[in-house]
């Protein structure tokens, strides 16, 4: 079973920065997307920022500028740089990575969220 482990949230005063990582247990092949979404209070959980295997991204137009998402092919590893920093953006974030198989059966994957606090 594959699990994905993320780290990096924690408690940050507006205008800051922090730094999500996220690392699979083991190696999956066949990776497709890697993303990040959050879930806020009281809402949906939304997409943040994606990325497929060629490298193509698409951000929420609430971080655009802000954040930058990047991931290592080798490594299996997704991150997210997060700048100037916003109350708005508290919020607990989840990894997510699908896959494909030989068959073309997708397979998707959830981290257990870490925590962000942006305070005014």
């Known amino acids: 079973q594959v699990q994905l482990v993320e780290s990096g949230g924690g408690l940050v005063q507006a205008g800051g920065s922090l730094r999500l990582s996220c690392a699979a247990s083991?190696?999956?092949?066949?990776?497709?997307?890697m993303a990040w979404y959050r879930q806020a209070p009281g809402k949906q959980r939304e997409l943040v920022a994606d990325?497929?295997?060629?490298?193509?991204?698409n951000y929420a137009e609430s971080v655009k500028d802000r954040f930058t998402i990047s991931r290592d092919n080798a490594k299996n590893t997704v991150d997210l740089q997060m700048n100037n920093l916003k109350p708005e953006d508290t919020a607990v974030y989840y990894c997510?990575?699908?896959?494909?198989?030989?068959?073309?059966?997708?397979?998707?994957?959830w981290g257990q969220g870490t925590q962000v606090t942006v305070s005014s």
């Open positions: 083991r190696s999956i092949v066949s990776i497709d997307t």
């Open positions: 990325i497929t295997s060629g490298g193509s991204t």
């Open positions: 997510y990575v699908d896959r494909h198989d030989y068959y073309g059966t997708k397979y998707a994957y």
